[in-house]
């Protein structure tokens, strides 16, 4: 295993552990997908690189839309569950509240 190949690996599985053990605020769990979503997104840009065919081009790009379209719908939920309950503590939350 390459350097860089084990710094994307390590990154990806710190953030995957940061959504699995630090669960107090959405912001918190949010960041972490964000992280994970950009190790991979690097992850698939130098595979592509080492590689050297354009055929894996759109997969990165793809990922990148996605990984955008993810962090708005995630802020959009933080602000809406921090105007009904006042906090973005996930302990606070249930699914049997409106």
Known sequence: MTPIHFTFTSAFMLN???VAFQRTHLISV????EGMMLSLFLAFSLWTLQL?????????MLLLAFS?????A?????VAT???H?????????LLQC
């Open 86 to 94: 006042g906090t973005d503590r996930l302990q606070n939350l249930s």
């Open 82 to 84: 921090a105007r009904t």
């Open 30 to 33: 949010l960041l972490c997908l």
């Open 16 to 18: 995957l552990a940061g």
């Open 52 to 60: 050297s065919s354009a055929n894996f081009s759109p997969a990165a």
């Open 68 to 72: 955008a379209c993810e962090a708005s």
């Open 74 to 78: 995630g802020l959009a939920l933080l």
